[in-house]
């Protein structure tokens, strides 16, 4: 059965801090890991990282992909309140592309 | 533009109601997928439409129903549900499927209570 741990679960920073989230994964046929950021609604897409693209970068975020690792680490540089969410890694795989989400980290971002 | 629009925002219905939701992206996407996310959990896929035929089926209960009229549109039809149904119904779309991998777009959910 496919398989993805976020790391933390939650945690808290003050304005400004760095912090960094992890993601490993075990996936049949991996294709594509993906990272959503979730505040009230819907998951807002941020990053979709794949064998021939394993670094995204935009803003004050970016994520990198270890396939020998199987893990991937999104980072955000002077964090915001804004910041606050629940950042969700989802891996695509098996015959079905299907996507497999993390629980997901609780980032609050305090000022 | 990579909307997906969701009707309605809320909806409360009893367990011997039929209701619909419905789902409408306008980005020529050709997948489009239903997922169900209770409180303080990820999104759970339910059902995956390809190019208007029905991919996947995650073994969903058959009071839920999906329906994909054309390739812009998709609606979950809901009868008889129960109260343990309660949660936010969430569509989503890509370009497709098969061909990717692609990135899937999140409407804003309806916040479905069965009471």
């Known amino acids: 059965e496919d398989k993805v741990v976020q790391s933390p679960l939650s945690l808290v920073v003050h304005e400004g801090d760095t912090v960094t989230l992890n993601c490993s994964y075990e996936?049949?046929?991996?294709?594509?890991l993906l990272w959503y950021k979730q505040e009230k609604k819907a998951p807002t897409f941020l990053f979709m990282l794949t064998s021939s693209g394993i670094e995204k970068k935009s803003g004050r975020l970016s994520s990198i992909l270890d396939k020998k690792e199987l893990s991937s680490i999104l980072n955000i540089t002077a964090t915001q309140t804004g910041d606050s969410a629940i950042y969700l890694c989802a891996v695509c795989g098996g015959s079905n592309y299907k996507l497999t989400f993390g629980k997901g980290t609780l980032l609050t971002v305090n000022p | 533009d990579t909307e997906v629009t969701q009707t309605p925002k809320h909806l409360v219905m009893g367990m011997t109601n039929k209701k619909s939701l419905k789902c409408e992206q306008h980005m020529g996407h050709r997948a489009m997928y239903w997922y169900k996310q209770k409180a303080k959990k990820p999104p759970e896929l339910m059902f995956v439409y390809s190019y208007e035929k029905l991919s996947i089926n995650e073994s969903v209960p058959s009071r839920f129903s999906p329906e994909c009229p054309n390739s812009s549109l998709l609606n979950l039809h809901l009868h008889a549900l129960q109260p343990e149904d309660s949660a936010l119904y969430l569509c989503?779309?890509?370009?497709?499927?098969?061909?990717?991998?692609?990135?899937?777009?999140f409407g804003p959910g309806t916040r479905l209570t069965v009471t």
């Open positions: 989503a779309s890509s370009p497709g499927q098969f061909e990717g991998p692609y990135e899937q777009y």
């Open positions: 996936v049949t046929n991996f294709r594509s």
